[in-house]
DNA sequence: ATGAAAGCGCTAACAT
DNA sequence: ATGTTAGCGCTTTCAT
């Protein structure tokens, strides 16, 4: 079906190499007859521009990476991002963009292919995602000249980045814990080392200290985003006698719900919660969670489609687009 | 840091471009301290060849593609795929393959997208997974010249794929309710097109008659593979009373498990459920889940391993492999 | 063992 | 508006 060249069309349609290149490249300047001659062609064939002529001459690839440094393991197997990389590749789809996915497990890994990433040109430009702060994958990504959208909040503030108000988040979740007359607030957190992490934890802190409340630090207990990691937060918090609970993901409190259960807490009477992300999974828990929603696929495609406006029009000024979270009320608080 | 080419890597050692190839490709015909003479320079230089140019003049990519057709997008959000991505990706950076990940949302992006992943000469081969059966793009796929591994048991006979044993599977999982003195197994299959759907029914059946038991169909409720699609079969299995249930998925377990607690059954007191996977929730649920576990990381991992084989050497004889299962008997049964 | 040279299939600047 | 031409950076014969 295919080992078709420009050539090859050409002379099937009795033009040059160049037109065909710019009928299939969507230049304006042929005339019509010529561009219908040249597209039937084309149709008939079934012919396909040879990706890596077209990059080498081109000096485009029309592939993106996503990159994902070293996540923990289980990590990766939130639901998050699966979503995350639906948006991102319906996005790909739609721009006509190939996506390449680099997924790290070790710090060797990500030392062994940075040069591949940035230095054999087989990107475009690259989405970042779920970076923990100070990765040096992410330091030399940024200072490298390959264009770069982070998907989070970034430490330099001039890089391109895509996120949700995470502190916004975090502070309506408590908020409304507080309306509903719960004084002993205690959160779980994502890890600190990420951007997500830090800014719902503060949030949490925020929300308390507008309603004259102090932060207790032993109520606030790290998690790790994992459900083993939400079950152990919460088994150190029960001492506490919380009445209720913010947890930085909604896996994370499957884990808590479990820990809750086996002491023989009910949810929401004896301990509310609140949670973050409102995956699928959310409206069917027992009960089923008050969480703040975040439009994980609309974060991967955002950041795809930032990426794009970067290489149309060049890397300044830097895009920060900050997404609207949006609190779900329902059986948990 | 990087925009050097060949030939001027070539210089700096002073010899020719020929040679500095040689050296990169890893080639014999060099005498040790030229070999040695040029790695110098290109760890020092930081030199990376082009990907592109690579590609065009040397036929090959050294990029596979994953493609996922048509998935229902809460399907996709399953941690199978996460960790099956995981394994592949692992594969990939092992054996220096970029991997490019082709996910489909429609008909419409599948017959869109076919030409550029088979046609662009992008790809070296194809890891095609989650194939619904009959879906015209795996039959295009596997007419097509593009080398490819299915991940599951394909129609055609022809292909290569790996899978598990899901028949066997499924047989161990009922024998095991049976053995338990269970009689009224129900089953919560997969979708009855996808071939894990239909061989664990299968072993469903197999495992029933060889106890001397028939299958009857109204004990047998078609799931989707996601929780909600688990909920819902089993609230269509509740009004027959079955005393254990094998369900195909450890995601659609958590839904059913919503079923009976909302139902007030306990597990597995008063029904006894099997599912499969073994994912790692698996272990945290209530109760926790005896479970047919998948190698689900060696899975991804082994096809890109097969895809690479026969790159390597050809696509005949078409390679098959067959991983086991294992039962993990835990709290639910 | 090494170098010279011919492409790989395309884009884009230039010429017409 | 269209054709001509010079690369893009590499691999790979073919000489030597």
Do not use: W
């Not at 077209?54 to 070293?70: F, N, W």
């Not at 919460?234 to 209720?244: E, G, S, V």
Request: aromatic content about 6%; hydrophobic content about 45%; proline content about 6%.
């Amino acid at each position: 079906m295919n080992s078709l060249t420009l050539e090859q069309i050409a002379e099937l349609a009795g033009v040059s190499r160049s037109t065909v290149s710019r009928v299939v490249n969507g230049h304006i300047s042929v005339r019509p007859e010529v561009r219908q001659r040249v597209q039937q062609v084309i149709a008939e064939t079934g012919y396909q521009p040879h990706a890596a002529a077209r990059s080498l001459a081109g000096q485009r690839t029309q592939v993106i990476g996503l990159v994902i440094p070293r996540v923990i393991q289980s990590l990766f197997a939130d639901p998050y991002y699966s979503l995350m990389i639906q948006g991102i590749t319906q996005a790909c789809n739609q721009h006509d963009y190939t996506l390449s996915l680099f997924l790290f497990h070790s710090e060797a890994e990500e030392a062994k292919l940075f040069p591949r990433v940035v230095g054999a040109r087989l990107l475009d430009g690259v989405v970042l995602a779920s970076a923990m702060v100070g990765d040096p994958f992410i330091t030399q990504l940024l200072a490298s000249p390959m264009p770069c959208v982070v998907v989070g909040r970034p430490q330099d503030e001039a890089a391109s980045y895509v996120d949700v108000d995470n502190v916004a988040g975090g502070y309506t979740a408590v908020q409304h814990l507080l309306n509903q007359g719960r004084r002993r607030i205690a959160t779980i957190t994502g890890p600190l080392n990420t951007s997500a992490g830090q800014d719902r934890r503060q949030g949490y802190g925020n929300a308390l200290r507008a309603h004259g409340l102090a932060v207790a630090e032993e109520m606030v207990q790290e998690g790790d985003f994992t459900e083993a990691g939400g079950y152990q937060a919460m088994q150190r918090l029960l001492p506490l006698a919380p009445d209720a609970v913010f947890i930085a993901s909604d896996t994370m409190t499957f884990g808590a719900l479990q820990a809750l259960r086996e002491a023989g807490l009910t949810v929401p009477d004896a301990v509310a919660i609140v949670s973050f992300d409102d995956l699928p999974m959310a409206a069917l828990a027992t009960p089923p969670l008050t969480t703040v929603r975040q439009p994980i696929r609309r974060l991967g495609a955002t950041a795809v489609e930032t990426l794009l406006a970067i290489l149309r029009s060049g890397p300044s000024p830097p895009r920060q687009v900050i997404m609207a979270t949006e609190l779900v009320v329902r059986g948990s608080s």
